[in-house]
């Protein structure tokens, strides 16, 4: 079983939905958590970072954190067709220096 | 604002063949992370380096190596190049844990695409 799981969708959506992405992951020693945006053929780009439970807003996107679920999720208002990528989650622990990524859900936000 | 330079962007190479990856992280960085990532697949975690060591090791093969250099650039060394090595290779750099550094924000490089004919 892997340390974190991600759906891979593919996820349909059409534009000004309200877009939920989830991981759960295993290692309870996790303390950071990221979510990245990946475009096709292109590098991950850090969308959010949170480490503690709770919510995190910034525009449009909302990162949350449930620590006792072992769960994350990040939520896009007013999803656009721009926003169509790969979202990937991924967390590490304090004092290691190894990330380890979900398997990425697809997005598709259609005008 | 500067970010994470790799080089080359692309690379043809043949089965047997070696190749040398090229990242350089973004200024004052000082922790660098390599990532294989195949067609559909998340990134899977290869090697990190910090302040020029070795810091935490993942599914790297023997074949490879990786070394982090005085000006914080690093090096992929991939030998004895195998038809399933093809894919794109990120590297990604951030703060160390050390001070006041905003741990957990790892940036991305473009990658490098290698394909192995």
């Known amino acids: 079983q892997k340390e974190v799981e991600q759906d891979p969708g593919p996820l349909s959506v059409p534009e000004g939905a309200i877009v939920s992405l989830n991981c759960t992951y295993s290692n309870s020693a996790f303390q950071y958590f990221m979510w990245y945006r990946q475009y096709s053929r292109k590098g991950p780009e850090l969308l959010m970072y949170t480490y503690s439970s709770g919510n995190k807003e910034d525009g449009r996107f909302t990162a949350q954190v449930d620590k006792s679920s072992k769960y994350i999720s990040l939520f896009i208002r007013d999803s656009q067709p721009s926003d169509s990528a790969t979202y990937l989650c991924?967390?590490?622990?304090?004092?290691?220096?190894?990330?380890?990524f979900g398997t990425g859900t697809r997005l598709k936000v259609l005008a | 604002a500067a970010g994470v330079i790799q080089s080359p962007r692309h690379l043809i190479k043949e089965k047997r063949e070696t190749a040398t990856l090229k990242c350089y992280p973004i200024?004052?960085?000082?922790?660098v992370y390599w990532y294989q990532q195949g067609p559909g697949q998340d990134p899977q975690f290869l090697i990190s380096?910090?302040?020029?060591?070795?810091?935490d090791k993942g599914s790297i093969p023997d074949r490879f190596s990786a070394q982090q250099f005085s000006d914080y650039h690093s090096e992929l060394n991939m030998s004895s190049l195998e038809l399933g090595d093809s894919a794109l290779y990120f590297c990604a750099s951030s703060l160390g844990t050390s001070g006041r550094a905003k741990v957990g924000e790892q940036y991305f490089g473009p990658g490098t695409r290698l394909t192995v004919t």
């Open positions: 380096f910090y302040e020029k060591m070795q810091s």
């Open positions: 991924a967390m590490f622990t304090s004092g290691t220096y190894k990330y380890i």
């Open positions: 200024p004052r960085h000082d922790t």
